[in-house]
C-alpha cells in the first residue's frame, strides 16, 4: 500500500493526497485548489500527480476551495468515480464549486483583455483558459455521494469509511479508512482540517478512532490561539475604535464560508445584548450569502449553544443594522461613502473578490482599520499585510499601506498546537507512522518536535510528490 502526496505538502492549500492498495485500487482524500503565487498557482494548478481516469473513487474532507477546487477539473480531466463526504459538504460545494468557476472566468477574461491590450497579433495559445467553467460544475456535482457521521460504508469490497465530526466548518470531517488486504486489516486515518473546541455555531472536534497511519494537518502547529471570552471584547474593541473614536471604516476580509457566518453570528449576540455600536454592517460576498442559507438549513450541525441562542433569537444570522450585498453596484458604493461602517468581504486572503476593490480604494486613508482574522498564505496580499508591508501592490499598482492593521488569529477554524495534541492523544499507543501536511515548514518542524516531546514515535514531513509504502 502507498501514500502519495500530491499537494498541501510542506504548503498550507491544495490538499490532495492518493492512497493506492495493493490490488491496484485509488483513492484519492480531497482535490484542493492551490492558493499562493499568481503565477506558481496558475502552474500547479493545470497539473496531476497522477491520471484521474485512473482514480477510484474521491473522498472529501470538507468544502473549503483548499481541499475541493479543483473538482471540477478532476471529473473534467477524466474521473469517472464516486465523490464521498457528508451532506453539508455536498450542499456548500454545490455553491462554492459554482462561485470558483465564475472566479476561474473572469480572471481569465481579464486577463485576455490586458492581452489585447498590450499586443495587436495575439497567438490563440497565448490567451488565458480558465481552469474549469461554470458548465464543469454540474458534471461533477452528480459525482457525490452523501452520508451521516458515525457511519461506517464501503466504497468497496475490501474498504469502509467513517466520517467524524471535524468541528472545522460546516459538514467537515475526519476520514478513517478500513482497509482489508492479505487477511489483514489496516487502518489509514487522514485529520483534514481539525477544528477547535468551544467555538460558536458548530460542535467541537471528535478526536478520530485509533488507527495505523495518520495523515495530519499542521497548520498551526507552532502557535496557541487566543482564547474565546476575550475575543469577543476584543472584537468589540476594535469595532468602537475603527468606527466610533476614529469615525472610519472596518473592513474585514473573511472566508465566505464559516468565518463570515462566525462573525456575523457574534456580532448579533453583540446587538441583543445591547453592546454593538449603531453602525451599518455589510456582508458584501454573493457566495458568503448563499453559504449562510446553507447554513440554515443543516442544524444537525449546531452545538448546543446554537440550539439554546435560536429559541431566544430565531435568526443567528441577521440583526437590523446588517445588510447583506448581492449587487454589484451596491458594492461600489461602499466605496465611495466616508460614513463609518463595517464591511465583511471575501476572499480571506485578498488576493481575489470584491475585498480586494475594498483594500484598493481604502487603504491609504489612515482612518479606516484592517481586521484580519485567519490565516493567509505569505505571498497573497494579506500574507503581506499581515507581514508588516508598508507598500503593497493592487490591481497593478503600488499603494502605501496607511490604514490601521489589526489581527486576531483567535478567530481561526484550525486548531492550534495544544489543541492537535488533544485531538491525537488517543493515537499515542496504536500509530505507527503520522505523516503532517497542510502547514508551513517551519510550522511542521515546530509541531514534530512537540510530539517527540509528548511520546508520539516515527514522525515525517514528506515534500510534494513523495510517495511512500506502507509497511505491515
Known amino acids: 500500500m502507498k501514500i502519495r502526496f500530491c499537494g498541501a505538502a510542506r504548503e498550507v492549500t491544495g490538499s490532495c493526497h492518493l492512497i493506492q492498495l495493493e490490488n491496484g485500487y485509488k483513492?484519492?482524500?480531497?482535490?484542493?485548489?492551490?492558493?499562493?503565487?499568481?503565477?506558481?498557482?496558475?502552474?500547479?494548478?493545470?497539473?496531476?500527480?497522477?491520471?484521474p481516469a485512473e482514480i477510484d473513487c474521491m473522498i472529501l474532507s470538507h468544502a473549503h476551495i483548499d481541499h475541493s477546487g479543483r473538482i471540477p477539473k478532476f471529473v473534467k480531466d477524466g474521473f469517472k468515480g464516486c465523490i464521498h463526504s457528508t451532506h453539508a459538504t455536498r450542499s456548500l460545494c454545490a455553491v462554492m464549486l459554482l462561485d470558483s468557476a465564475k472566479i476561474q472566468e473572469r480572471e481569465a477574461e481579464y486577463a485576455n483583455k490586458n492581452l489585447r491590450k498590450k499586443k495587436r497579433n495575439v497567438k490563440a495559445e497565448d490567451?488565458?483558459?480558465?481552469?474549469?467553467?461554470?458548465?464543469?460544475?454540474?458534471p461533477a456535482m452528480e459525482r457525490f455521494n452523501a452520508y451521516s457521521y458515525e457511519r461506517w460504508f464501503s466504497i468497496s469490497k475490501?474498504?469502509?469509511?467513517?466520517?467524524?465530526?471535524?468541528?472545522?466548518?460546516?459538514?467537515?470531517?475526519?476520514?478513517?479508512?478500513?482497509?482489508?488486504?492479505?487477511?489483514?486489516?489496516?487502518?489509514?486515518?487522514?485529520?483534514?482540517?481539525?477544528?477547535?473546541?468551544?467555538?460558536?455555531?458548530?460542535?467541537?472536534?471528535?478526536?478520530?478512532?485509533?488507527?495505523?497511519?495518520?495523515i495530519c494537518e499542521s497548520t498551526y502547529g507552532n502557535k496557541e490561539h487566543m482564547g474565546r471570552p476575550d475575543e469577543k471584547e476584543n472584537l468589540l474593541k476594535v469595532i468602537k475604535t475603527a468606527c466610533v473614536d476614529k469615525k472610519g471604516?472596518?473592513?474585514?476580509?473573511?472566508?465566505?464560508?464559516?468565518r463570515t457566518q462566525e462573525l456575523v453570528y457574534?456580532?448579533?449576540?453583540?446587538?441583543?445584548?445591547?453592546?454593538?455600536?449603531?453602525?451599518?454592517?455589510?456582508?458584501?460576498?454573493?457566495?458568503?450569502?448563499?453559504?449562510?442559507?446553507?447554513?440554515?438549513?443543516?442544524?444537525?450541525?449546531?452545538d448546543n449553544e446554537l440550539y439554546e441562542y435560536l429559541l431566544t433569537d430565531d435568526n443567528p444570522f441577521g440583526f437590523a443594522d446588517l445588510k447583506y450585498i448581492r449587487k454589484v453596484e451596491e458594492s461600489k458604493q461602499l466605496n465611495t461613502t466616508n460614513d463609518p461602517c463595517i464591511i465583511i468581504s471575501s476572499s480571506g486572503m485578498m488576493n481575489a473578490g470584491r475585498v480586494k476593490h475594498h483594500l484598493y480604494n481604502n487603504i491609504e486613508d489612515p482612518n479606516n482599520t484592517l481586521l484580519i482574522v485567519g490565516?493567509?498564505?505569505?505571498?497573497?496580499?494579506?500574507?503581506?499585510?499581515?507581514?508588516?508591508?508598508?507598500?503593497?501592490?493592487?490591481?497593478g499598482q503600488e499603494m502605501s499601506v496607511n490604514m490601521d492593521i489589526q489581527i486576531m488569529d483567535s478567530f481561526s477554524a484550525h486548531a492550534d498546537k495544544n489543541e492537535i495534541l488533544s485531538f491525537l492523544k488517543n493515537q499515542k499507543d496504536t500509530l505507527k507512522k503520522m505523516f503532517l501536511v497542510h502547514g508551513n515548514y517551519d510550522s511542521q518542524q515546530a509541531f514534530k518536535y512537540l510530539l517527540y516531546q509528548h511520546e508520539f514515535k516515527d514522525v515525517l514531513i514528506p515534500d510534494l510528490g513523495n510517495e511512500i509504502t506502507l509497511s505491515a
Not at 27 to 41: A, P
Not at 249 to 258: Q, W
Not at 375 to 395: H, Q, V, W
Request: with cysteine.
Open 127 to 138: 490567451f488565458a483558459v480558465p481552469l474549469y467553467t461554470t458548465d464543469d460544475v454540474g
Open 27 to 51: 483513492i484519492l482524500l480531497d482535490c484542493g485548489l492551490f492558493q499562493g503565487r499568481h503565477k506558481e498557482m496558475d502552474d500547479i494548478n493545470s497539473k496531476w500527480y497522477f491520471d
Open 375 to 395: 490565516y493567509c498564505s505569505p505571498y497573497t496580499p494579506g500574507g503581506r499585510l499581515r507581514a508588516g508591508d508598508k507598500e503593497i501592490k493592487l490591481f
Open 266 to 302: 457574534m456580532m448579533d449576540q453583540m446587538e441583543t445584548e445591547g453592546l454593538l455600536p449603531k453602525i451599518p454592517v455589510y456582508v458584501d460576498s454573493p457566495l458568503a450569502i448563499n453559504a449562510t442559507q446553507v447554513f440554515a438549513g443543516h442544524p444537525e450541525c449546531y
Open 158 to 214: 475490501d474498504v469502509e469509511v467513517l466520517f467524524r465530526d471535524a468541528g472545522h466548518i460546516l459538514g467537515s470531517a475526519s476520514v478513517t479508512l478500513r482497509i482489508r488486504e492479505n487477511g489483514k486489516v489496516k487502518t489509514i486515518g487522514f485529520t483534514g482540517d481539525i477544528g477547535r473546541p468551544n467555538r460558536p455555531i458548530l460542535r467541537d472536534p471528535k478526536p478520530m478512532p485509533e488507527v495505523d497511519f495518520l
Open 249 to 258: 471604516k472596518l473592513i474585514i476580509p473573511a472566508f465566505s464560508l464559516g
